[in-house]
T-cell receptor
Framework: DADVTQTPRNRITKTGKRIMLECSQT?????MYWYRQDPGLGLRLIYY???????NKGEISDGYSVSRQAQAKFSLSLESAIPNQTALYFC?????????????FGQGTRLTVV | GQQLNQSPQSMFIQEGEDVSMNCTSS?????WLWYKQDPGEGPVLLIA?????ELTSNGRLTAQFGITRKDSFLNISASIPSDVGIYFC?????????FGTGTRLKVLA
């Protein structure tokens, strides 16, 4: 089983619908991140969380919200989906130890808003 | 938002050739990382660099942390078909990763 699991893997939704993307991890990491990937733009940070009570906006948080339900779970919501939110979304985790810089990524959720 | 400038954007190479890609930033980073993304998968860490001037190898991969801390390069020697994918650089600053725009590598057998 993957250490970082994202569900669903693929989703097509209509404009205006609310949709939630879920991420769970078994690595025991404190830090969790949500990224969006668009062709030619790399990965851009949407939100990040350092523990259950800590939520921070990334560079492109408008139109998104998150919830850190537990240390192992970090969900991303689109309250009213729009077509330009069509993208590949990645969840990532990282230990809080400053010397260990590796982020572990999920397999991604491909979201299409029609 | 800030992103790192990564070049080239894409490249086709013949199997057995060496590959070089680089990443530049207008800001200083304390850590540089190189990730590879296979089709349909999330990025996976290849090499992490922690010190300006550091040169690190991982098999056929070699990466260097620029002396100014504003750039890094990744070399792949003797490329093979499974090297195909997207390579991302990332700088780590204040607990956040800033990613490059990616280099898409295609290897012709």
């Amino acid at each position: 089983d993957a250490d970082v699991t994202q569900t669903p893997r693929n989703r097509i939704t209509k404009t205006g619908k609310r949709i939630m993307l879920e991420c769970s991890q078994t690595k025991g990491h404190d830090r969790m991140y949500w990224y969006r990937q668009d062709p030619g733009l790399g990965l851009r940070l949407i939100y990040y969380s350092f523990d259950v009570k800590d939520i921070n906006k990334g560079e492109i948080s408008d139109g998104y919200s998150v919830s850190r339900q537990a240390q192992a779970k970090f969900s991303l919501s689109l309250e009213s989906a729009i077509p330009n939110q069509t993208a590949l979304y990645f969840c990532a985790t990282r230990t809080g130890e400053s010397l260990n810089t590796e982020a572990f990524f999920g397999q991604g959720t491909r979201l299409t808003v029609v | 938002g800030q992103q790192l400038n990564q070049s080239p954007q894409s490249m086709f190479i013949q199997e057995g050739e060496d590959v070089s890609m680089n990443c530049t930033s207008s800001s200083i980073f304390n850590t540089w990382l190189w990730y590879k993304q296979d089709p349909g998968e999330g990025p996976v860490l290849l090499i992490a660099l922690y010190k300006a001037g550091e040169l690190t190898s991982n098999g056929r991969l070699t990466a260097q942390f620029g002396i100014t801390r504003k750039d890094s390069f990744l070399n792949i020697s003797a490329s093979i078909p499974s090297d195909v994918g997207i390579y991302f650089c990332a700088g780590l600053r204040t607990y956040k990763y800033i990613f490059g725009t990616g280099t898409r590598l295609k290897v012709l057998a």
